[in-house]
């Protein structure tokens, strides 16, 4: 829960260590990061988010490959949980954007919002943001595997498709919406704005 942490990888040899590697992998084994240092054995992880969760892997070498698999490369590896705030991951709306949605006085019209969330259930609150009064809706949600933004990769993970359905019972319901979805650790929005046909 941190906003930043370090990993220390510690080998010696005979020529002294020279290079480190380090690797994450996606908690599902998809390679996601790399980084290589000369004679510095220090991992420093800023601005933390559930990004970088994985399995982190040091290789370290002086070059002398080792009997009998002739691989120069010596490796340890430890496993980082970041919990994190959930993340709407679709529809991809920029911030301070609203997602529009056009309807029909006395239709309904339905959203769908894939959500991730790496630290258990989410709740969802729906609300008016001109005077926060709760209009009819209805949502539902499944369990679903959507396609995850990690460090510019896309990696399959469990998430939330979310179902939401606005009533347009008058016309004060053609306004901007606040969805909010939030876990024990934090809170995330998505603007929704319904205008009329």
Sequence with gaps: MDIQTQLRC?????????TYKWQQKWPNLILTRN?????????????????????YTCFASNGVPHFPDMNADRSSSTFI??????????????NEERYALFSNLK???????????????ISTNISRTSDDIKNKTFFRAIDVIIQLPVFGAMVPAKGWLIFI??????????????????NEIGSVSLAVEIKQK
């Design 10 to 18: 510690s080998a010696h040899g005979n020529p002294d260590i020279y």
């Design 81 to 94: 949980f970041v919990k994190d705030a959930p993340v709407v991951v679709l529809p991809k709306i920029p």
């Design 107 to 121: 239709e309904s019209v339905e959203v769908y919002i894939s959500v991730f969330s790496n630290n258990g259930f």
């Design 35 to 55: 980084w290589t240092f000369r004679a510095y054995s220090v991992l420093n992880l800023t601005d933390l988010s559930y990004e970088h969760s994985g399995v």
């Design 165 to 182: 359905t606005f009533c347009l019972e008058d016309n004060s319901d053609f306004t901007a919406y606040n969805v909010m979805f939030s």
